[in-house]
């Protein structure tokens, strides 16, 4: 598997916003509020990948954008891999390059909310290393501000 990674540029952003949002849909809409599902919407995943674009890391495998993850200073605020690749040890890779961003910023404790339910993501951030922490009340961002929900906490010590 020959993958790079980069920047997120402005070329990359419908291929973001498609992994984002089929990656939501398989993960979240069986588990989510429905009032929060419908706030996640194309439109809005496209706003909020523009304006954080900045934030943004992809990971590149054969010329196509194969995963995405956000970080928000200690915060994995994102971390999607395409459907076609899922199951294939991309995630690990971009699990690395996640925790190089990390350790460049000097992050000690990194930490991140998985949706309580989302029994696949929990898998493989246990796989990776990641501790589960707690159930806690989270603010997650939407259009019109913010929605409360309880997440999972996990974190991870970098190196
Ligand atoms: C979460 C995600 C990045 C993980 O990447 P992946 O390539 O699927 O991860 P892996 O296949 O390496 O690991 C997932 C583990 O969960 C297991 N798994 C698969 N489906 C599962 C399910 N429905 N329930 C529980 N575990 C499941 C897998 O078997 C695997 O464990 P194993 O290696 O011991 O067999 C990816 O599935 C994804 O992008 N999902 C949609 C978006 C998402 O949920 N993002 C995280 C938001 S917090």
Request: hydrophobic share 50%; with cysteine.
């Amino acid at each position: 598997m020959i993958y790079t990674f980069e920047n997120a540029r402005e070329e990359h952003l419908n291929d973001i916003v498609r992994i984002w949002h089929e990656g939501w849909i398989d993960a979240h809409a069986a588990i989510a509020p429905a009032e929060l599902t419908n706030m996640r919407t194309i439109e809005s995943l496209e706003t909020r990948a523009n304006d954080r674009l900045d934030l943004i890391r992809v990971m590149m495998l054969d010329g196509q954008v194969a995963a995405f993850h956000m970080i928000k200073n200690d915060e994995l605020d994102q971390f999607f891999v395409d459907r076609a690749y899922r199951g294939k040890g991309t995630a690990r890779a971009l699990m690395a390059d996640v925790e190089s961003v990390f350790s460049e910023n000097n992050i000690k404790t990194a930490w991140l909310a998985c949706a309580i339910g989302n029994e696949r993501a929990a898998a493989f951030y246990r796989k990776a290393g990641w501790h589960f922490m707690r159930v806690m009340l989270l603010p997650v961002h939407v259009e019109s501000g913010s929605f409360i929900l309880d997440i999972w906490r996990f974190e991870k010590q970098i190196v």
